[in-house]
């Protein structure tokens, strides 16, 4: 099994849904991280957690929410999907001192 | 501006040749420099961590350098596979709370 798993892997929704990605680990890290690859740009980081009651905003938090329900679980929503969301959207971890990083495998993510 | 710049975008090597990819980095203060490669569909792995006291790191046929003082590190690929295709990204970790400054990669074909 994979250390990090996202769900679902492909998603095609329309315009206004809400939809949340999932992300689930079993690394046993302490930190988590939302980040959003588009073509020609480098990743960015859209929220991140260092435990379970802990939740900060990235660069490009806006129209996006996390939930930490677990040390293993960080999900992703976003409340009313609009087109410029569309992209692969990636759940990683790293450990308390924030070495060790590990990516998911990704959710392509379409809005029409 | 991104603080962190790859070149080439792209490049098409035959297999069997070498090839370099470089990156330069503005990030400030800095801790350490990743390369990682990503397969199409998948997460980015790690291939090389390199703190700033380090010059040269080898991972099989991966070979990265780091001049701290000019802010550049090069990857080199030495007798290119057919699985070496991939996007090759350049990651400085930032000093201050370990955050992540991606590159937009390289995005490396190599044909038979």
């Known amino acids: 099994d994979a250390d990090v798993t996202q769900t679902p892997r492909n998603r095609i929704t329309k315009t206004g849904k809400r939809i949340m990605l999932e992300c689930s680990q079993t690394?046993?890290?302490?930190?988590m991280y939302w980040y959003r690859q588009d073509p020609g740009l480098g990743l960015r980081l859209i929220y991140y957690?260092?435990?379970?009651?802990?939740?900060n905003k990235g660069e490009i938090s806006d129209g996006y929410s996390v939930s930490r329900q677990a040390q293993a679980k960080f999900s992703l929503s976003l409340e009313s999907a609009i087109p410029n969301q569309t992209a692969l959207y990636f759940c990683?971890?790293?450990?308390?001192?924030?070495?060790?990083?590990?990516f998911g495998s990704g959710t392509r993510l379409t809005v029409v | 501006k991104n603080q962190v710049e790859q070149s080439p975008q792209s490049l098409i090597i035959l297999e069997g040749k070498n090839c370099t990819l470089q990156?330069?980095?503005?990030?400030?203060?800095?801790?350490?420099l990743r390369w990682y490669k990503q397969d199409t569909g998948r997460g980015p792995v790690s291939l090389t961590i390199?703190?700033?006291?380090?010059n040269t790191k080898s991972n099989r046929r991966y070979t990265a350098t780091l001049d701290a003082d000019t802010k550049q590190s090069s990857l080199h690929i030495t007798a290119s596979q057919l699985s070496d295709s991939a996007s090759y990204i350049c990651v400085v970790r930032d000093d201050s709370w370990g955050k992540l400054q991606f590159g937009a990669g390289t995005q490396v074909v190599v044909t038979p």
């Open positions: 690394k046993g890290h302490d930190r």
């Open positions: 990156c330069n980095y503005t990030v400030s203060p800095f801790s350490n």
């Open positions: 957690s260092f435990d379970v009651k802990d939740i």
């Open positions: 990683a971890t790293s450990d308390f001192t924030g070495e060790g990083y590990t």
């Open positions: 390199m703190t700033f006291s380090e």
